[in-house]
C-alpha cells in the first residue's frame, strides 16, 4: 500500500500521539488543517486508522515480532 507524504507524515505524528487533535498534527506534520483532515479520513477510509488509537501497521506491510531475553550472570 502506497502512502501519499502527507499520509506519511501524519502516521508518524499520530503514531506516537493518538490523541492529537488537528492543529496539534499540522503544527508537527507543517500542512494545512484542511491537508490534515483529507488525509485523516483517506487513512481512515484504507483501514490504517480506527476509532480507537491503533495503527494498523500489517496494513503497511510490517509484521510485529516480540522476545523475550533473560540474563543471567
Same mark, same amino acid.
Not at 26 to 33: D, H, M, N
Not at 48 to 53: A, E, F, M, T, V
Given at each position: 500500500?502506497?502512502?501519499?507524504?502527507?499520509?506519511?507524515?501524519?502516521?508518524?505524528?499520530?503514531?506516537?500521539?493518538?490523541?492529537?487533535?488537528?492543529?496539534e498534527i499540522?503544527?508537527?506534520? !507543517? *500542512?494545512?488543517?484542511q491537508?490534515?483532515?483529507?488525509?485523516?479520513a $483517506? &487513512?481512515k477510509?484504507? !483501514? *490504517?486508522?480506527?476509532?480507537?488509537?491503533l495503527?494498523?501497521?500489517y $496494513? &503497511?506491510g510490517?509484521?510485529?515480532y516480540e522476545?523475550a531475553i533473560?540474563?543471567?550472570s
Open positions: 500500500m502506497r502512502l501519499s507524504s502527507n499520509e506519511q507524515k501524519i502516521l508518524s505524528t499520530v503514531q506516537f500521539n493518538a490523541n492529537a487533535s488537528i492543529p499540522q503544527k508537527k506534520s !507543517g *500542512l494545512k488543517a491537508a490534515v483532515q483529507y488525509s485523516l $483517506r &487513512l477510509e484504507k !483501514g *490504517l486508522l480506527r476509532p480507537w488509537p495503527v494498523d501497521t $496494513r &503497511l510490517f509484521v510485529q522476545a533473560s540474563l543471567s
